[in-house]
């Protein structure tokens, strides 16, 4: 059984418009030149029908269309439709092929970023609005939004196995930890890498925040609350088989829609977690959002 690390994406599907910074990458936190830098990648949420959709059903279809599009708060997803009665594509094939198909339509399907390493769909869901609702957001992801943009470095997922006495170990092993290294992680300096004199020229970016103390987080989060589901779904389908584990899982959630990798069970220890943090605070090394660990 695997217990240590795993590769999850994040969807927070109601983004804010963040701005650059200057400092340059070899001086900044990851954490901190992700929520600068990186934009969210767009999840594909694909609308399955054979039959014209009705009047109703079209309406539904806008709400999702209007969130990917909205100006303030753009959902990070794109929308299309799938008209089973005609042939479709190789690719749409090859993704309805796993699917069985043979109940409710219309369907929803949503398909991870290209870059996430998954045979698995995020979530899927009959076409109405509970299955919208969960896929565009959830209290979770409303609370891990506000915490990043009030300051917190890192904010933990612990997805719970729903055995009290496993996710109580796991969730005072995660604490006490994160309580240390708020006191005992340091943050690069700009000055070993020559670039203290270059200073952020925007209201995000801000000297004060530059120079902010590190703040970790964390929330629980039940597999059973209908809140969540779609959320739950979209972070444990992310793997071919994270799925399949009934422990608890712990996922570090930084940026404006990015995860480091996953902690299962046992792997939730002192070590994991430390190694994590190390690399979410330490010096960013690469510029290209790809080419960093996670999703």
């Excluded at 794109?78 to 069985?100: I, K």
Aim: aromatic share 8%.
């Amino acid at each position: 059984m695997k217990t240590c690390l795993y590769r999850l994406p994040w969807l927070i599907l109601a983004c804010v418009t963040l701005w650059g910074s200057t400092l340059e990458a070899c001086s900044t936190p990851v954490f901190r030149y992700a929520l600068q830098r990186w934009q969210p990648d767009d999840y594909e949420v694909l609308v399955l029908h054979r039959q014209p959709l009705t009047d109703d059903e079209n309406e539904l279809l806008e709400i999702l269309q209007q969130a990917a599009r909205d100006e303030h708060a753009p959902a990070n997803m794109t929308v299309r439709t799938v008209d089973l009665s005609q042939p479709v594509d190789e690719a749409d094939q090859h993704l309805l092929a796993a699917v069985d198909l043979s109940g409710q339509v219309p369907w929803m399907l949503v398909q991870y970023p290209r870059f996430t390493k998954t045979d698995r769909l995020a979530f899927s869901g009959p076409l109405d609005r509970e299955t919208i609702r969960m896929t565009i957001d959830s209290p979770a992801r409303q609370e891990v939004r506000e915490r990043i943009l009030a300051g917190d470095s890192v904010v933990w997922v612990l997805i719970e196995s729903g055995d009290s006495a496993k996710d109580a170990e796991a969730e005072e092993v995660l604490r006490q930890r994160l309580v240390y290294l708020e006191k005992n992680l340091e943050l690069p300096n700009p000055a070993d890498t020559g670039t203290e004199d270059l200073v952020a020229s925007d209201e995000f970016s801000s000297e004060k925040e530059n120079d902010a103390p590190l703040r970790f987080a964390y929330i629980r989060v039940s597999r059973d609350d209908p809140e969540e589901r779609g959320f739950v779904a979209m972070l444990v389908n992310s793997e071919s088989d994270l799925h399949e584990f009934e422990e608890p899982i712990a996922i570090p959630l930084f940026g404006r829609a990015r995860s480091h990798y996953a902690l299962v069970g046992k792997g939730i220890n002192d070590d994991n977690i430390d190694l994590s943090s190390q690399f979410l605070c330490g010096a960013c090394s690469c510029e290209v959002k790809s080419q960093n660990p996670g999703a």
